[in-house]
Nanobody, 121 residues
Framework: QVQLVESGGGLVQPGGSLRLSCAAS????????IGWFRQAPGKEREGVSCFPKSDGSTDYSDSVKGRFTFSRAKNTVYLQLNNLRPDDTAVYYCAVRMMDTSCPENGMDYWGKGTLVTVSS
């Protein structure tokens, strides 16, 4: 059974950090592009990161570049969130797309159910 399960969300103060995890089961992440997305209250879902690009690096949205870092260990991927801001508050999702180096939101094959990150003092 193909499954993606996110964890690690929570309440954090501005300037704080969290590490989100996404555990994959039922398939091998090696053949997939892996994206992190988020949806803030009242807003549309947006892409946060995508791995791998054609050169093997990770692409980040401008709003998180320099603050968020993607990493992977076997069949689990992580998103390190540093220097969090109130506008980072959102449900964060991981998703995968088979045999690709892009992460189009409408073209992802599997999605997790999300984990909530709340940044507030």
């Amino acid at each position: 059974q193909v499954q993606l399960v996110e964890s690690g969300g929570g309440l954090v103060q501005p300037g704080g950090s969290l590490r989100l995890s996404c555990a994959a089961s039922g398939f091998n992440l090696d053949v997939y592009a892996i994206g992190w997305f988020r949806q803030a209250p009242g807003k549309e879902r947006e892409g946060v990161s995508c791995f791998p690009k054609s050169d093997g690096s990770t692409d980040y949205s401008d709003s998180v570049k320099g603050r968020f870092t993607f990493s992977r260990a076997k069949n689990t991927v992580y998103l390190q969130l540093n220097n969090l801001r109130p506008d980072d508050t959102a449900v964060y999702y991981c998703a995968v797309r088979m045999m690709d180096t892009s992460c189009p939101e409408n073209g992802m094959d599997y999605w997790g159910k999300g984990t909530l990150v709340t940044v507030s003092s």
